[in-house]
C-alpha cells in the first residue's frame, strides 16, 4: 500500500472550511463521479458581475433544526444522474474539503437530499489520485465532536 495515499472508510467525518461548515458525515462514494451536497433551498444571484449561489444546509443527519446558510461562487451548472438514473440540473461549487489532514479543493453539486441518510457524498473525482478507500472500516480519520463544533453543547 501507498502510504502517502489518505486512508478512508466507507463513511468518514469532513469539513467544509470555506462555507464555515466544520464538520459534516460524508459517504465515501466511489460510484459516484461527482460529489454533492444536501442543500433544502438554493438562490443564484449576481454581484459585481460575479455569478454565486447562496443555499441553505441541514448539515447533521436527522436534525432538522441546525440550519447554516452558505454562499460560493457558480462554478457551473450540470446535469447530473443520480443512483437511479433520474437525470437533474445542478448548480456545482468549488471548495475546499478537509479529512484528517488532507485538504483539497473539489466541486460539490448541490441537491436535496432529504430522502437519504448522509448529508454529502463524496464521489470519486474528489478522491482521485489522493485517497484509497477501505469499504470495511469507517470514521479512519477520527470522529469529530460535530454538536459542540457547532456550539450545540457545551
Given at each position: 500500500?501507498?502510504?502517502?495515499?489518505?486512508?478512508?472508510?466507507?463513511k468518514?467525518?469532513?469539513?467544509?472550511?470555506?462555507?464555515?461548515?466544520?464538520?459534516?458525515?460524508?459517504?465515501?462514494d466511489?460510484?459516484?463521479?461527482?460529489?454533492?451536497?444536501?442543500?433544502?433551498?438554493i438562490?443564484p444571484?449576481?454581484?459585481?458581475?460575479?455569478?454565486?449561489v447562496?443555499?441553505?444546509?441541514?448539515?447533521?443527519?436527522?436534525?432538522?433544526?441546525?440550519?447554516?446558510e452558505?454562499?460560493?461562487?457558480?462554478?457551473?451548472?450540470?446535469?447530473?444522474?443520480?443512483?437511479?438514473?433520474?437525470?437533474?440540473?445542478?448548480?456545482v461549487?468549488?471548495?475546499?474539503?478537509?479529512?484528517?489532514?488532507?485538504?483539497?479543493?473539489?466541486?460539490?453539486?448541490?441537491?436535496?437530499?432529504?430522502?437519504?441518510l448522509f448529508?454529502?457524498?463524496?464521489?470519486?473525482?474528489?478522491?482521485?489520485?489522493?485517497?484509497?478507500?477501505?469499504?470495511?472500516?469507517s470514521?479512519?480519520n477520527?470522529?469529530?465532536?460535530?454538536?459542540?463544533?457547532?456550539?450545540?453543547?457545551?
Amino acid at each position: 500500500m501507498n502510504n502517502q495515499l489518505l486512508h478512508l472508510g466507507w463513511k468518514e467525518w469532513c469539513a467544509l472550511p470555506d462555507l464555515g461548515l466544520p464538520a459534516i458525515k460524508a459517504k465515501v462514494d466511489t460510484g459516484a463521479k461527482t460529489s454533492v451536497l444536501h442543500t433544502f433551498q438554493i438562490e443564484p444571484f449576481t454581484e459585481n458581475g460575479r455569478e454565486f449561489v447562496r443555499f441553505w444546509v441541514h448539515p447533521l443527519q436527522r436534525n432538522e433544526t441546525l440550519v447554516r446558510e452558505c454562499v460560493a461562487p457558480l462554478k457551473d451548472q450540470r446535469m447530473v444522474s443520480d443512483s437511479g438514473g433520474h437525470k437533474e440540473q445542478r448548480y456545482v461549487i468549488e471548495t475546499s474539503v478537509q479529512i484528517g489532514n488532507m485538504l483539497r479543493q473539489i466541486e460539490l453539486s448541490l441537491t436535496n437530499r432529504d430522502t437519504m441518510l448522509f448529508r454529502m457524498l463524496l464521489g470519486r473525482r474528489a478522491m482521485q489520485g489522493a485517497v484509497l478507500v477501505n469499504p470495511s472500516t469507517s470514521y479512519i480519520n477520527g470522529r469529530l465532536r460535530a454538536k459542540r463544533l457547532y456550539g450545540l453543547i457545551g
